[in-house]
């Protein structure tokens, strides 16, 4: 059909002329309320948005010298977090001249993994960055 007769039949209508994919061949137009279709496709695209689950990054802070009960502490605080279905990120900072024993960290790190195998999994194993070593968790899928 040609344009202006497009244009004429959706004057007729009321409606707008609008070209859905123009690189077809011949491209193809549809009628329809223009503002009525704009306003359906944010609604669609807000509704989409509130239906994804956005993952949040929880942060965990030690030291070297962290006590046990203060892990403990802390690794209850970790599975809480992993079982609502957040990231845990575990932070080791080093402070003067703890840095030259980065096995300890390490260590600490690989044993609080081990106690949270059963409702996380390591998604980025530790490693040192500058003066932290840091190590992520994420909710195991289950």
Do not use: W
């Amino acid at each position: 059909m040609p344009i202006h007769e497009a244009l004429a039949v959706a004057k007729e209508h009321d409606l707008d002329l609008v070209e859905v994919a123009p690189n077809a061949d011949p491209p193809v137009c549809r009628l329809l309320d223009y503002g009525k279709y704009i306003y359906e496709r944010t609604k669609k695209e807000k509704e989409a948005r509130k239906a994804q689950k956005s993952r949040e990054i929880k942060e965990i802070r030690l030291r070297p010298k962290t006590g046990e009960y203060d892990i403990a502490h802390k690794v209850r605080d970790a599975r809480r977090f992993l079982e609502e279905g957040c990231k845990v990120k575990v932070r080791v900072r080093f402070r003067g001249r703890e840095i030259t024993h980065p096995d300890v960290a390490r260590d600490l790190l690989e044993r609080i993994a081990a106690d949270l195998e059963d409702v996380g999994r390591v998604e980025q194993h530790p490693r040192l960055d500058g003066r932290t070593m840091l190590m992520i968790l994420s909710p195991s899928s289950k």
